[in-house]
């Protein structure tokens, strides 16, 4: 399977994308992860792409294209992929099918993780994650707190919260979705490849719907 998530930030992708990824054993490529190491890395897109995370904009198309183009090539995603934060716009989703048409393949479905605006700048700025770059696990100061404050339950290392994840730099993130990703939306709709899976409620509940809408036995 060849699934691409959209969703606003804060909707829960990069959570459900990875449960996916467990279940269906496809890689989960997320491309603020990719950028985020990247900047770590200090790699030339990296040093690129940190001025616009800063800002909570887009980073240059061509950085992604170029890394995405690298990653969709490998033989990591032969058999499938999820892809989580690319494309983020109407260039970038025209590129990815000129993509998969070289590589002779397609979208097999694109999940619409639909959250209302309302809930978003909460779960955004309490969000706190793993910095175990193997666990990665995700959690949040209210709704899914830690059993201790500051470390990962799962293997105790310290949560650490993302540089753009504060409340000054949400609104700007949620502006560029709302002009430059949304319209995303319709281009999948009028493919027929769009699905749409409500991101609220508990996380349990929000897994099965997707696995319901993906066909997929849970
Ligand atoms: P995310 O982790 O998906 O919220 O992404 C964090 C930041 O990385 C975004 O605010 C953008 O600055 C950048 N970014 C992630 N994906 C893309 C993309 N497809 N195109 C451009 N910039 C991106």
């Known amino acids: 399977m060849r699934i691409l998530f959209l969703g606003a930030p804060g909707a829960g992708k990069g959570t ?21 190491e990247a900047v770590k890395a ?22 992604l294209i170029e890394m995405f183009k690298e990653k969709l090539s490998s033989a990591e995603c032969k058999n499938g992929f999820i892809l989580d934060g690319f494309p983020r716009n109407l260039s970038q989703a025209k590129s990815l099918d000129e993509l998969l048409v070289s590589l002779n393949s397609g979208l097999s479905t694109v999940i619409n993780l639909d959250v209302d605006d309302s ?43 993302r540089a753009d ?15 430059q990703t ?3 939306i319709q281009y999948y709709t009028e493919k027929k490849l769009l699905k749409t899976v409500s991101g609220e409620g508990d996380q349990d509940a929000i897994f099965n719907n997707l696995l319901q809408s993906l066909q997929v036995t849970a």
């Open 119 to 161: 809930f978003l700048t909460e779960r955004i700025c309490g969000r706190w994650t793993c910095g175990n770059k193997a666990c990665a696990a995700v959690y949040h100061v209210k709704f899914a707190p830690p059993k201790v404050q500051g470390k990962c339950d799962v293997c105790s290392s310290d949560l650490t919260q």
């Open 16 to 36: 459900q994308c990875k449960r996916l990824s467990a279940k269906l054993s496809l890689p989960h490529l997320s491309s603020g992860d990719l950028l985020r």
């Open 42 to 63: 200090g790699t030339p897109a990296g040093v690129q792409a940190k001025e616009y995370m800063d800002k909570g904009v887009l980073v240059p198309d061509e950085v």
């Open 165 to 179: 994840d504060k409340e000054e730099l949400v609104k700007a993130r949620l502006n560029t979705y709302r002009e």
């Open 182 to 184: 949304e319209p995303l």
